[in-house]
């Protein structure tokens, strides 16, 4: 009972609620892709990288691009 009382309380890690398309957005810029490479690449808009970015930023509580994909290896996101 105990655990499923748990269970129930545990909220998720905001970085577990990386989707699909955030996460290869931020392999991108562990490669050191800009905006318009990512853009090219998953063939989307500027505009939908730099949401993308924003949201996946703010589940990281990241300040910038070098903090995001540190603290994405640290949680297994990405290769180290």
């Not at 309380?9 to 699909?20: G, K």
């Not at 063939?43 to 730099?50: A, D, E, N």
């Not at 990241?62 to 903090?67: D, K």
């Amino acid at each position: 009972v105990l655990t499923i009382a748990d269970q129930a309380t545990r909220q998720p890690h905001p970085a577990d609620t990386l989707t699909e398309r955030e996460i290869e957005v931020l392999a991108h810029i562990a490669a050191g892709a800009g905006n318009q490479a990512i853009a090219d690449e998953l063939v989307i808009s500027v505009g939908t990288v730099k949401t993308h970015i924003h949201r996946l930023m703010a589940k990281l509580d990241a300040q910038n691009r070098t903090e995001a994909v540190s603290k994405a290896r640290n949680l297994n996101l990405l290769p180290k």
